[in-house]
């Protein structure tokens, strides 16, 4: 059986430094203790007809194994938690609460996140997005606070560290341009816990390690 | 083996009749076949610790069945998918490819839509949401564009019908306010076919039915 190969990119703008998709693929693996392989994109590449053909919004990363090719980082992470050992429970049950909480992160906490990122970053300089900010940081707020509570006292959201925590650190992350997370300690202390696993830390330097090989000069 | 349990709103506004979340879960019971109860909720309701302690994001629907207690219309549809018969094929790279598409429909297509209705719906007198329409409407127009090539000339995005295709029509629906569907034949077909499904023609008139009800004089 070959190693599972996805796609980074080989150079992003600072902002986006440690945040892009492919560190939920690396970290999943990492955790799993799956080797993989790295395709390496030029920015430009991933809008051609045959990067489209892997991923049909012109994004990264792709996954490919032995015996399928998938996008959406949420569904390559549950891939390689499925082929693996240690990111889901072996109970059904327990594995429809990850789910749950996976979808969670992606459809209930980060369009919220997307919401903040375009009015701070995508367009910054547009006067609606001054204007939208504090609606947009409210809701974000209000929505951090039930997580937070839903959360309580404990270590990851349903029992043993999951898939479904790695993609709900992994979402929460992209807040990092705010205080909003730290609003909630034991939510700070969440993603720190998330961020302070080793395979994480693996997947976060490797990722890293790819543009410190751009700026080398040629 | 007692029937699993969802719930669902008493009455909402017009704009959101047909659109709740709980369509999502009723078509997928029909689709599978399978008899399910619905516990109808008074908006103020959903904000309780009791609603809460199902839903830490006071919304609906919420799920129940003999094992798991579930929140997230897609992580339910899922588990109704798994625990039924026809919406998810048989083996296991078809079955991740479809949760890909589900995950594609709530993650890349969706939260665009909520900006759309931000904008549309829930702002529609804020001085932001009129400067914001337009490039909402750019970036969804350009996702509905990557979404229309990638199915192509197909009935369904991979193969058979799955629970990735219910999800997904039921993601589209939520723009019946706009043209943006139809300016794609290929989707706005597409959307045609899963809301011509029995399963769906059900699921609707029973959704629809509960607020019918409250119409009656006491």
Chains 1, 2 share one sequence.
Not at 136 to 154: C, H, I, M, N, Y
């Amino acid at each position: 059986m070959s190693a599972p190969v996805i796609t980074a990119f080989r150079q992003v703008p600072g902002f986006a430094k440690g945040l892009v998709r492919d560190v939920r693929a690396r970290w999943a693996f990492e955790e799993v203790g799956q080797p993989y392989e790295v395709r390496l994109l030029e920015h430009p590449e991933i809008k051609t007809q045959e990067h489209r053909a892997l991923q049909p919004f012109g994004q990264l990363p792709t996954y490919s194994d032995d015996e399928v090719e998938l996008f959406e980082s949420g569904a390559i992470a549950l891939r390689i938690a499925e082929r693996g050992e240690g990111l889901l429970p072996a109970d059904e049950a327990g594995r429809a609460r990850a789910t749950q909480w996976l979808i969670a992160a992606l459809n209930s906490v980060e369009p919220m996140i997307f919401d903040l990122i375009a009015v701070d970053v995508f367009n910054k300089d547009e006067e609606w997005a001054k204007l939208r900010r504090p609606s947009a940081v409210e809701a974000l707020r209000t929505r951090l606070g039930d997580l937070s509570k839903a959360l309580g006292g404990s270590e990851w959201l349903d029992g043993d560290f999951t898939v479904a925590d790695l993609i709900m650190v992994a979402v929460l992350r992209q807040l990092r341009h705010t205080d909003l997370v730290a609003e909630h300690p034991n939510l700070a202390a969440y993603v720190a816990r998330g961020e302070a696993r080793p395979a994480f830390q693996k997947a976060l330097a490797d990722h890293m390690a790819a543009f410190a090989e751009e700026a080398v000069p040629a």
